[in-house]
């Protein structure tokens, strides 16, 4: 059974950086892009980042380009987002996905991320 | 960014309705649209991939239709599991960009 599990979230002041893991196991995961998207306390989707299968490729959404990067190990099946520069609008449950052409076809259940002083 | 608009924001409903949830997109997007439903507490879940294909295990009662800039998804005799919040989702481009979303509430 496909599973992604999100970890690393917490409380951390603004400015500050935080790291996210999400370990993936059933699934050959060096097949395949995987994603980060983001959901702020009772609000919408907000799709944040991709990366290629073979690490060689990422993309990413305006507000967070140029402080937040997409990694992964595939020998670990393990996908990362480092998140530096911490904003308050940067709270939100953080999701993995696994992304089939742009579609997420599977998420984890998220980890908070809560950005405040 | 391609922006998606949802409509309605949130509507009531009853068990046995027929539900039609609109997805419009700022520019063409082809067929390259996915809803997906999502229950309190608890990760997205993808229903339909290009606009119309259902994914597997979904119930037939669901389906999608459109393409361009207009897409809608419809719950035929709604089930009282299908309470939910559902977004739409393009994929034409970067970034990926979700609707607002929609409440179906009892």
């Known amino acids: 059974e496909e599973q992604l599990v999100e970890s690393g979230g917490g409380l951390v002041q603004p400015g500050g950086s935080l790291g996210l893991s999400c370990a993936a196991s059933g699934l050959t995961f060096g097949s395949y892009w995987m994603s980060w998207v983001r959901q702020a306390p009772g609000k919408g989707l907000e799709w944040v980042a991709n990366?290629?299968?073979?690490?060689?490729?990422?993309n990413y959404v305006d507000s967070v380009k140029g402080r937040f990067t997409i990694s992964r190990d595939n020998a670990k099946n393990s996908l990362f987002l480092q998140m530096n520069s911490l904003r308050p609008e940067d709270t939100a449950v953080y999701f993995c996905?696994?992304?089939?052409?742009?579609?997420?076809?599977?998420w984890g259940q998220g980890t908070l991320v809560t950005v405040s002083s | 960014a391609i922006r998606m608009t949802q409509s309605p924001s949130s509507f009531s409903a009853s068990t046995g309705d027929r539900v039609t949830i609109t997805c419009r997109a700022s520019?063409?997007?082809?067929?390259?649209l996915a809803w997906y439903q999502q229950k309190p507490g608890k990760a997205p879940k993808l229903l339909i991939s290009?606009?119309?294909t259902l994914q597997s295990g979904v119930p037939s009662r669901f389906s999608g239709s459109g393409s361009g800039t207009d897409f809608t998804l419809t719950i035929t005799y709604l089930q009282s599991e299908d309470f939910a919040t559902y977004f739409c989702q393009h994929y034409h481009s970067y970034p990926r960009t979700f609707g607002q979303g929609t409440k179906v509430e009892i």
């Open positions: 520019q063409g997007i082809s067929h390259y």
């Open positions: 990366i290629k299968p073979d690490g060689s490729d990422e």
């Open positions: 996905a696994r992304d089939l052409s742009g579609t997420l076809v599977h």
């Open positions: 290009f606009a119309s």
